[in-house]
């Protein structure tokens, strides 16, 4: 095991605290950058579509793990980004200028929401955020002059620097990954800040973080400011990624679903966005995926074991029905995610963390290292 | 940083290079042929809001399959169906349509579900030549294109467009019952605004003033606001832009408050489950439809021994959802076995626009396509509720 002697307050807010993160890291990007060219363009569509979700996911921590305010609006701001984009695009405003707007007036709406919510904890947030999910809902299917209501509407191919961007191509993913790239590098900047201890701070005891001259109304707006802009512009990718938009898309079940990556992934390490919305995206074709070819494979098996050629035939069809029976995914998937929230809290990243102890602390491993020790903060998070 | 810049940049070059201009020839895929097996896809919801449409739907589709791989397969190849379940979720569905053009190498998309789910993956199978073949969804994008757009022509469409029966349903009300004033209550989302449509530009063709247009939220059951606007309004013909529950909801409102006035919905209220789920409400009920529903004891032939195997296969009474997915897969094989015994994209494409009829044995209108049109037909029938069974009043209807 490593130790990390540190000497000044630079080795404590190191990105990199030392050469392993540069390796590690350093491999997992130049695999992503030749992704395109080994992989299919299914695979590469779910890569595209973690790479969104993952964005959002980083952005729904900074408010949920990092400050502590939940939401399940998150659909929203999405939307507002993808219909920003969608209805820029009609003028032929280019690419970056309308992803920039797209952020920016969804930072404002993510602050106008939050001087609201300032008076609001835990659940009494959450039906707010809602609530204010369901107003954009409404807004997107009546204000048909600029969102064209419940028709929808159709996004063009993007058109980056004179060259045309179709959301199947390398391009698309490349970009995709840029966004959550730098939007991991800048949230990391962030809470190394004075802003991002603040939020954490926040997190942790509001009273503590007000006795310490921590203006919490301020930081609560920033927290939403900032997560709803990055939200946003995960929403023109989103938007790009889909070419059509309509209001029955962003509803409250896609903000569960951006809930549900942070809580799967982990809440207290951006990690957990990324593992999350792997798991999010990539569970579903994955469950496809078994029930092609499983039956094939057990039928394989039994006759290895000494099945007749008619009786392996038979137990294939018997697995291919049960593993074709509608709405068995659903429940597949819903059960994966009760266990989780049960048995591990911490979610994937925490799992994997515990995974690294045991084998670095290999024969001295105990549970107790990751048991909560500041009780204080539990009180207070679930007020 | 500078690595993915630059492998960015050089991705940009050479996508650059690679972007020739469109041939105006349309590339139809052979994919999914073989000497044994034609393979086709589709995507319905299975688990999600419309799932009421979905399984039947997969249901008839699959027993369609049975059939003709008993009959002996088209040309002697057996049809394959590979199912995805979409959940309503264009994100699913676009995933379901790349895996199903890559991983089972499908020759056509067969009767996907859902609007926003086949508009969001239809690139992917225009792009890849697959043909997009009678979409859940009737709305104008799955089957009007742009003949400057080769791919385009891949998409054709068997389901009688709301607008257009609509305005046919409309039109034959008004002329033969004598309204006067017409009102309308339909869904807020996409469905509905079609109908809407469809009785505004037959309202503007006829010169009548509409007397009242009411909506409602999808999932909403109560209608009283509704019904008791309509009332003061004076209307004496209420357009149902609305799905199962709500023309049973309404009728009922209106029962209630001792309002006499006639009912017509739009197609998609004329399935089996309102009568049976309304009983003496709807009695009276009208409807747009595309074909006569077809009860298991009455019908006869053909009909009658479907209805029962039907039954015998899924344990549920079939209907008008089960029978789309049937006949669905019945246009494909038909077209498919035009095509004749060296069966390729290109001669499928040909069959499909050779002008040869589809007849079903629904005794629904025929199915013809053109080289510049890709609808099947808008020819509509006018259903009534009578003792707790839709039975036909008039057909061949058009606007």
Redesign the interface.
């Known amino acids: 095991m490593r130790f990390l002697f540190k000497t000044d307050y630079e080795d404590d807010i190191k990105l990199f605290p030392h050469s392993g993160y540069l390796y590690s890291y350093g491999l997992l ?2 695999v992503l ?1 030749v992704a ?1 060219y080994v992989l ?3 695979l590469m ?2 890569l595209v ?1 973690v790479c969104i979700y993952a964005t959002v996911g980083v952005g729904l921590l900074i408010l949920t793990g990092f400050t502590g305010q939940a939401s399940l609006g998150h659909a929203a701001f999405l939307a507002i980004g993808a219909y920003t984009a969608a209805y820029l695009q009609q003028f032929n405003v280019p690419f970056p200028v309308y992803f920039l707007a797209a952020g920016l007036l969804t930072g404002i709406v993510g602050a106008l929401v939050g001087f609201p919510a300032l008076r609001l904890q835990g659940i009494y947030l959450v039906i707010a955020t809602i609530s204010f999910a369901l107003i954009v809902e409404e807004i997107m ?1 009546r204000w048909e002059s600029v969102t064209h ?4 509407m ?1 996004v063009k191919t993007m058109q ?2 004179g ?3 179709p ?5 698309f993913y ?2 995709c ?2 966004v959550l ?1 730098l939007t991991i590098v800048g949230t990391l900047n962030l809470l190394r800040s004075p802003t991002g201890r603040a939020f954490v701070a926040i997190r942790d005891s509001e009273t503590a973080a007000r006795s310490m001259g921590i203006n919490v109304a301020l930081y609560k707006v920033k927290s939403f400011a900032i997560s709803a802009a990055i939200t946003g512009f995960a929403g023109v990718l989103f938007a790009h ?4 938009i ?1 209001p ?2 962003f509803t409250l079940q896609l903000s569960i679903e951006f809930i549900i990556v942070i809580l799967i992934g982990g809440t207290f390490s951006l990690h957990g966005a990324v593992l999350g919305a792997i798991f999010l ?1 990539m569970i ?2 994955f469950l ?1 995926y078994l029930k ?1 070819d499983m039956p094939g494979i057990i039928a394989g098996v039994a006759a290895t074991l000494g099945a007749g050629k008619e009786r392996a035939g038979h137990i294939q069809d018997a697995v291919a029905a049960f593993a ?1 029976a ?2 068995l ?2 429940a597949i998937y819903g059960v994966i995610i009760v266990l989780f929230v049960l048995f591990e809290p911490l979610g994937l990243y925490g799992r994997w963390l515990k995974i690294k102890l045991f084998f670095q602390l290999f024969p001295l491993y105990k549970r107790a290292t990751f048991k909560r020790q500041k009780i204080y903060v539990k009180s207070e998070r679930n007020r | ?1 500078s ?2 810049l630059k ?2 940049s050089l ?2 070059s050479a ?2 290079l690679t ?1 020739l201009p469109a041939a105006a020839q349309t590339k139809v895929t052979n994919e999914g042929i073989s000497a044994s097996e034609i393979v086709i896809g589709t995507h319905q919801d ?2 999600g809001p419309i ?1 009421g449409w979905g ?1 039947p739907v997969s249901n008839g589709m699959k027993m369609a399959v049975d059939e003709i791989n008993a009959a002996g397969g088209v040309q002697g190849r057996k049809i394959k169906l590979v ?3 979409s ?1 309503y979720d ?3 569905a ?3 349509s ?2 199903m ?3 089972d190498k499908i020759f056509a998309m067969v009767g996907p579900m859902g ?2 789910t086949v ?2 993956a239809q ?2 199978l225009l ?1 890849a030549g697959v043909l997009q073949l009678f979409p859940l969804t009737a709305a104008e994008f799955t089957f009007k294109f742009d003949p400057a757009k080769p791919q385009e022509r891949l998409k054709f469409n068997n389901l009688l467009p709301y607008v257009e029966s609509t305005r046919a349903a409309l039109k034959y009300m008004m002329e033969t019952k004598n309204f006067k004033k017409p009102c309308i209550m339909h869904q ?3 469905y ?2 079609n109908v809407l449509d469809g009785f505004n530009q037959q309202l503007t063709a006829m010169k009548i003033q509409p007397a009242s247009i009411t909506s409602y939220k999808r999932g909403a059951s109560d209608f009283s606001a509704q019904v008791a606007k309509m009332k003061s309004d004076g209307c004496d013909l209420v357009v149902l832009g609305a799905v199962l529950r709500e023309p049973i909801g309404t009728m009922a409102e209106a029962k209630k408050l001792g309002w006499d006035v006639t009912f017509l919905g739009a197609t998609p209220v004329n399935v089996l489950e309102v009568p049976a789920l309304g009983k003496d409400v709807v009695e009276g009920l009208y409807s747009a439809s595309g074909f006569e529903i077809p009860y298991e004891d009455t019908a006869k032939g053909k009909v009658k021994d479907w209805l029962v195997n039907y039954k015998k296969m899924f344990s549920a009474d079939a209907n008008t959802q089960a029978i789309i997915g049937y006949n669905a897969v019945m246009t494909f094989a038909h077209y498919a076995n035009k095509a004749g015994k060296d069966l390729t994209g290109q001669k499928m494409l040909d069959a499909l626009e050779s002008g040869d009829k589809f007849q079903d044995i629904f005794s629904s209108p025929p199915t013809v396509f053109s080289k510049t049109n890709h609808l099947a037909t808008t020819i509509t029938q006018v259903q009534q509720v009578k003792n707790g069974r839709w039975v036909l009043v008039k057909d061949n209807l058009m606007f």
Do not use: H, W
């Open positions: 990007i130049a950058l395109p299919s363009s299914y569509s779910q579509f299917a209501g419940n028709e929808g159709r980056l620097l060259t045309t961007v959301r199947d191509g390398p391009t490349y970009l990954l840029a790239v990624k889909l070419s059509f309509s029955e898309m995206v579903d074709p496809t092609d074709s509608n709405g995914k659903g | 940083m690595k993915s492998a960015l991705a940009v996508l650059a972007c299975l688990s799932k399984v199912i995805e379940d959940g264009p994100k699913k676009v995933l379901a790349q895996k053009v890559e991983r609007s926003p508009l969001a690139d992917i792009d807020d989302d996409e509905g605004k």
